[in-house]
């Protein structure tokens, strides 16, 4: 294992209040499901350490609120994030056309360098609620392709509740970013500098 | 009969001639008797005459003033005469006769309270009389420059210094009532402290001192003093409520002393709640629903009892008397948040209000009309009401500066490891601001309470208070040189709030701090505040 190294990736979920931010957060890292969480004021923060093709990785997911007016208290976390979880209802179709506006105001606030590829993911939660469905899985898919034709983002349909899909999604949005970090090559190793790390690092194909 | 009266009682037995003296050890300290007392009052008169003599002789001439002027036929003449071309005269007249009728009412007044102060306190060692004083001899002065400006009036002849003058004439009545008002104002205050049971130290009391040794009066001091500083710090008062009528009396108490500054608009609760019932189509409802419906409890018998129990949330898990009261609560709760959105439109509902709305509900004992009246108290007279304004927040990011500033003077070391790192208060702080962080599940009601008890007594000067003293008391904590671990030691502080409680309070409260969050401070660093360029610093 000479060339394990530690890295902090920056995770952000947004989406509309009460589409489910909080307990996809508290379903992946604490492997609980509560109906009782409040409504999220500010942000909030957990972490997680995962191994993604052996190097150890901690994730710092913020959540956020859900509340329009809260955007401009977002700033702050927003600077820096390397990826970024977009979630809606599958039971409430205005969660979805929010998405247009989270992912905007998300990138005109953190301020990517490369704004068309910056790593999104997006979760429809509730899946639990199938019978209540009001958001078709094709509309979806298209609304992703729309966004990046060569790169659509990914999608996965998820249930807090039930940890439907929650684990799959958060660890390949990981990947993704670790992908995309490596490509950029900004990633700078949180605690210690591992030279040996450092040296043995490849990078990816640049695009 | 009251307790004083009884000792009056008493005394008056004394005084009557016809008992005979008691022959006590005490008959030294016998009070005056009759004819003592009457010579007492000559030479007090005498004193105070002389001490106020040249008020005393201004006062009569303020009297003849008011007896000597224009009698109303010869005004009557003059008005006749000049009643075409000079308008302001008759305005300035009319003035200065209302003016003078003022003022010699207050006067009567005054002479009226002042033989009752002359009686709660005979040996005059109030120094209220001299304040008083000084505002009769003020507005006296102002009286006479009054009369002569109004006579002056009848020799202008041009329009406009006519107006010039009848304008400052309007502006010296004002000052003379003012100032009336303000003598009514200091004597009623001290009549009123005398009266009171506890004021009697000052007046009755007070004689006690006189056989104390320096040591003693050194002594008497240091204990009331280390009383109150013990029932201030560790607020005692806070816990010491044991009703919830006892703690709504506290509450009232405090927001009436709040200036009117940012008074409550005048509202009808029952019309509020009728509005928001037939406003279907506003916006906010649906969210407020939806966070009531995840809005837990805490119940209300816990918050005066100590016990640590569960909240009171929707769950599975629930007896059926439960189920009802937390229904019951939640749809008071929503109607009270629909309410407020139909009384302030321009803030209308917003993420956070439900935790200092359920809170506030629940310790005054689930009363919705009272939980409505200390609610809007605190949005208004607290300014939470900037706080959670659109479009931006601007009050969240007033206090976020606030702290941020006071952290940087008060605990540099923090404050630059927070900069070197970029954590931005916004990173931490939204809900210690947003919601007093009683949206933290774990806090015991005994926290509850003294956070909610602080904020409403003194506002954001005790909740910076608040958290400038756990930040100081866990900075090692937070002082670290990686950013995650920081950040984790302050997402991790209200999770503490319960064990560090009474240590966060002492360092909020050292006399540094203390002068660093009051009022006034305050205001000049939300001067310095400017919402676009003030903690640039941390991008």
């Known amino acids: 294992m000479a060339h394990r190294k530690k890295v902090l990736l920056k995770v952000i979920i947004l989406g509309d209040s009460g589409v489910g931010k909080t307990s996809l957060m508290n379903q992946y890292v604490n492997q609980k499901f509560s109906n009782q969480y409040k409504a999220t004021i500010g942000a909030d923060f957990l972490t997680k350490e995962i191994t993604i093709d052996e190097k150890l990785v901690t994730m710092q997911i913020w959540d956020t609120a859900g509340q329009e007016r809260f955007q401009s208290l977002g700033v702050a976390f927003y600077r820096g994030a390397d990826a970024c979880v977009l979630v809606y209802d599958i039971t409430n179709p205005i969660s979805f056309e929010k998405l247009d506006s989270w992912r905007d105001e998300f990138l005109a606030q953190a301020g990517p360098r490369d704004p068309e590829n910056f790593p999104f993911i997006v979760l429809g939660n509730k899946v639990d609620q199938e019978n209540e469905r009001r958001v078709p899985t094709q509309k979806i898919e298209l609304w992703c392709k729309a966004k990046n034709a060569q790169q659509p983002m990914s999608f996965f349909e998820t249930s807090a509740k039930e940890a439907t899909g929650v684990e799959e999604a958060f660890q390949t949005i990981a990947k993704i970013a670790l992908q995309k970090g490596q490509d950029d090559d900004i990633f700078v190793p949180a605690a210690t500098i591992d030279l040996s790390g450092a040296a043995t690092k490849s990078s990816g194909g640049c695009c | 009969m009251g307790f004083f009266e009884a000792i009056a009682s008493s005394l008056e037995s004394w005084l009557l001639p016809s008992v005979p003296r008691p022959t006590s050890a005490v008959v030294g300290f016998v009070p005056p008797t009759q004819e003592n007392a009457v010579k007492k009052f000559k030479i007090d008169e005498h004193v105070y005459s002389s001490k106020y003599a040249s008020t005393n002789t201004r006062r009569k001439s303020a009297i003849t003033v008011q007896d000597d002027p224009i009698d109303e036929i010869t005004s009557r003449f003059r008005t006749s005469l000049r009643m075409t071309c000079h308008a302001e005269w008759v305005a300035g007249q009319q003035e200065a006769t209302r003016i003078k009728a003022v003022h010699a009412a207050n006067l009567t007044e005054y002479a009226r309270y002042l033989t009752e102060l002359d009686m709660l306190d005979p040996k005059q060692q109030s120094g209220a009389r001299g304040r008083t004083w000084k505002s009769i001899e003020q507005a ?20 406009d210094d006519r107006r010039k003058l009848l304008q400052r004439i309007y502006k010296l009545g004002e000052s003379i009532q003012a100032f009336g008002d303000d003598a009514i104002a200091i004597i009623l205050r001290e009549i009123r ?41 560790k607020r005692l008062l806070s816990a010491s409520f044991k009703s919830v009528h006892q703690r709504w009396a ?3 108490y405090h927001l009436n002393q709040q200036s009117l500054r940012n008074a409550v608009p005048c509202y009808s609760y029952e019309k509020l709640v009728f509005m928001a019932e037939s406003d ?14 995840r809005t837990t409890f805490v119940r209300a018998e816990c918050l005066y009892t100590n016990t640590p129990s569960s909240r009171l949330g929707r769950g599975s898990s629930m007896s059926v008397a439960d189920q009802l009261l937390i229904e019951e609560l939640q749809s008071k ?10 009384l302030d439109p321009a803030t209308g509902y917003c993420h956070g209000m439900t935790f200092l709305g359920s809170t506030i509900l629940s310790i005054l004992g689930y009363d919705e009309f009272r939980g409505f009246q200390v609610f809007t108290a605190c949005f208004y007279q607290h300014d939470l009401r900037h706080v959670f304004c659109l479009p931006h927040l601007p009050g969240a990011l007033l206090r976020m500066y606030q702290f941020d500033s006071i952290l940087r003077i008060h605990l540099p070391t923090v404050a630059k490891c927070l900069l070197k790192h970029k954590i931005h208060p916004q990173m931490y702080a939204s809900g210690w601001i947003m919601a007093l962080f ?13 956070i909610v008890d602080d904020f409403i007594t003194s506002g954001w000067s005790a909740m910076i208070r608040v958290y400038f003293g756990l930040v100081s008391v866990q900075a090692h904590q937070i002082t670290t040189p990686h950013m995650s671990k920081t950040i984790q030691a302050l997402a991790k502080l209200p999770k503490s709030l319960d064990s560090s409680l009474m240590a966060a309070l002492e360092e909020g409260s050292k006399a540094s701090i203390l002068e660093a969050t009051n009022l006034l401070a305050l205001t000049t660093l939300a001067k310095h505040f400017d919402l676009n360029s003030s903690l640039l610093d941390y991008f």
């Not at chain 2, 279907?280 to 419906?293: G, Q, T």
Request: aromatic share 8%; hydrophobic share 40%.
């Open chain 2, 438 to 450: 009683l949206n933290e599940p774990s806090l015991t009601p005994y926290t509850i309470r003294i």
């Open chain 2, 193 to 233: 402290t005398l009266r009171a049971p506890m004021g009697s130290l000052r007046g009755g009391s007070i004689h006690v001192f006189e056989f104390l040794s320096c040591f003693d009066v050194v002594q008497c001091r240091l204990v009331s003093k280390t009383w109150l500083n013990i029932i201030d710090s």
């Open chain 2, 280 to 293: 279907v189509s506003n916006k906010h409802h649906l969210a407020i629903n939806a966070d009531v419906h």
């Open chain 2, 333 to 342: 709760l929503a109607r009270m948040l629909k309410a407020y959105a139909q």
């Open chain 2, 140 to 159: 006296t002065l102002l009286l006479n420059q009054l009369h002569h400006r109004a006579q002056d009036l009848e020799h202008l002849s041009k329009g």
């Open chain 2, 250 to 252: 506290y509450w009232q």
